[in-house]
Nanobody, 124 residues
Framework: VQLQASGGGLVQIGGSLRLSCAAS????????MGWFRRAPGKEREFVAS????????YYGDSVKGRFTVSRDNAKNTAYLQMNDLKPEDTAVYYC??????????????????WGQGTLVTVSS
């Protein structure tokens, strides 16, 4: 499967953005999806994951209550709605997918396919 992330940009503190991850190549519902981010000078961080049907979600502690992951299998797209953005949310955001068993996968090594990343900058 090929993944294409989009929707990043510059946003003010407290603002919102919605990232999209468009998939192509195979049946989208065969994959659980995840979002990761890498801030400047920091390691890659797990952000959120959503199960194959969308019935289950899981969030990293730093975004819980502010971010919402969703998917539309008919549109082959996953989303990350980000609200109440903070400067520490500034990062390159990546979507990823896996088709093995188990949910959620919290480590990047558990994902087989990756998008190219989209930059989110939160500024005052």
């Amino acid at each position: 499967v090929q993944l294409q992330a989009s929707g990043g940009g510059l946003v003010q503190i407290g603002g919102s953005l919605r990232l999209s991850c468009a998939a192509s190549g195979r049946t989208f519902s065969d994959y659980a999806m995840g979002w990761f981010r890498r801030a400047p000078g920091k390691e890659r961080e797990f952000v959120a994951s959503i199960s194959w049907s969308g019935g289950a979600t899981y969030y990293g502690d730093s975004v819980k209550g502010r971010f919402t992951v969703s998917r539309d299998n008919a549109k082959n797209t996953a989303y990350l709605q980000m609200n109440d953005l903070k400067p520490e949310d500034t990062a390159v955001y990546y979507c990823a997918a896996y088709d093995s068993s188990g949910f959620p996968h919290l480590q990047a090594s558990g994902y087989d396919y990756w998008g190219q990343g989209t930059l989110v900058t939160v500024s005052s």
